[in-house]
């Protein structure tokens, strides 16, 4: 039960939320704002109606719209660069979690001279960082809600940043800018939130009351939803009940931790640039057959958030039929599932497995089953 819990301390979630940009910004007493955004947001619109609503609020903006998925340090410090030379006083991230976590460590570096490198890790930044306002427009990262922000180094490893000053201070929920999200981006974040919540509800490291009942809240949310969006992307109350459950998931898991999935998909990303959300997707269903063993009561009570209104014989049938569910929902998804198809080659997935093993370890540490090399081999080539 002894546990510490950190969480952002505004939300605002409704549609047309994007409408209240400027009185968030003037609330924060920033009036020269760094939009910090990818090419996409920039084409379908957002990026202008963001820029449009702050500039009438009498805000002056910039947009770096430069930012790539699993966005490399280099991006990240041609952001920060030219946000201190537009001498910002805030910093907003608008679009999928790549944008969301470069702009967090934008509005830290603006506001310290430490380098980016001395960063790496937790716990190791200086100061304040710049007012931060964060607005996704996928359902999947949650890293709207969480005090967390990886990035690719130019040795293609993926580094984490772990700070509380990351937490933004507001974070806007508007469903209407995820409705032209295309069918596979909506697969691979919605399972990528389920991921979290799985992997928060069973982690064996920082699991807590307040991270397993938002964890059940957000996988009842999802579960019931991605169907739903995939069948129809202009379901409104489904694609709120997606980001709703997003988030959720995001504050679980930054509390509790995640495990082996994303330890797996942190290689495929930054060696192959498979964005993350289809990462976790590739070995999501092998992972959590191989934890069935261990995870087994957790995953008989995580049953009835997927399989709501259904009655098991007992607790290993429960589990089952759980890891059943999430085996259909994957293979139903839409998305490549297979490494070879994604160009993933062969002679890479020892390597890789050595990567996740030692240099992953935090992660399955969390894992509810010890994992070795010989395990996590397996699985890629399960995959493959």
Not at 240 to 259: D, E, I, K
Not at 350 to 376: F, H, K, Y
Request: glycine share 8%; charged share 15%; proline share 6%.
């Amino acid at each position: 039960m002894n546990h510490e819990f950190r969480s952002v301390p505004r939300i605002i979630c409704e549609p047309g939320a994007l409408q209240a940009l400027g009185e968030v910004f003037r609330g924060l007493g920033a009036q020269r704002v760094m939009l910090v955004c990818d090419p996409g947001i920039v084409s379908l619109g957002f990026a202008g109606q963001a820029q449009a609503v702050l500039q009438a609020s009498g805000c002056e903006v910039a947009v770096f719209d430069q930012v790539t998925p699993d966005p490399s340090s280099a991006v990240v410090e041609q952001a920060a660069s030219q946000a201190k030379a537009f001498k910002a006083q805030g910093v907003l991230g608008l679009g999928g979690g790549s944008s969301l976590d470069a702009a967090k460590l934008v509005a830290l570096l603006c506001n310290s001279e430490q380098p980016l490198e001395q960063l790496y890790g937790t716990d190791k930044a200086l100061g304040k960082r710049l007012p931060l306002v964060l607005m996704p427009t996928t359902s999947g990262t949650g890293s709207e809600v969480t005090w967390v922000s990886v990035i690719t180094d130019p040795q293609n490893k993926k580094q984490a940043v772990y700070s509380p000053q990351l937490l933004p201070d507001v974070a806007i929920l508007d469903p209407l800018l995820t409705l032209g999200l295309p069918p596979k981006v909506t697969a691979a974040t919605g399972l990528d939130a389920m991921v979290h919540a799985i992997e928060a509800y069973t982690s064996r490291t920082r699991k807590n009351p307040i991270s397993d009942g938002l964890a059940t809240a957000a996988l009842t949310l999802l579960g019931s939803n991605l169907r739903k969006v995939l069948a129809d992307g202009n379901d409104l109350q489904a694609r709120s009940a997606m980001l709703q459950g997003s988030l959720m998931a995001g504050m679980a898991f930054v509390n509790a931790s995640v495990a082996a999935i994303h330890a797996l998909a942190y290689p495929l990303g930054a060696r192959f640039h498979i964005p993350h959300g289809h990462a976790n997707a590739l070995v999501m269903a092998p992972v959590i057959r191989f934890n069935r063993p261990k995870a087994q009561r957790h995953y008989a009570e995580l049953a009835a958030c997927v399989l709501p209104g259904q009655s098991f014989e007992d607790e290993a049938s429960a589990a089952e039929a759980f890891v059943q569910a999430i085996e259909s929902l994957v293979n139903d998804s839409g998305l490549q599932l297979r490494l070879s198809e994604l160009k993933v080659d062969e002679a890479s997935l020892p390597t890789m497995a050595s990567e996740v093993v030692v240099g992953i370890r935090r992660l399955i540490d969390s894992n509810p089953r010890d994992m070795n090399e010989q395990d996590v081999e397996a699985i890629y080539r399960s995959v493959f």
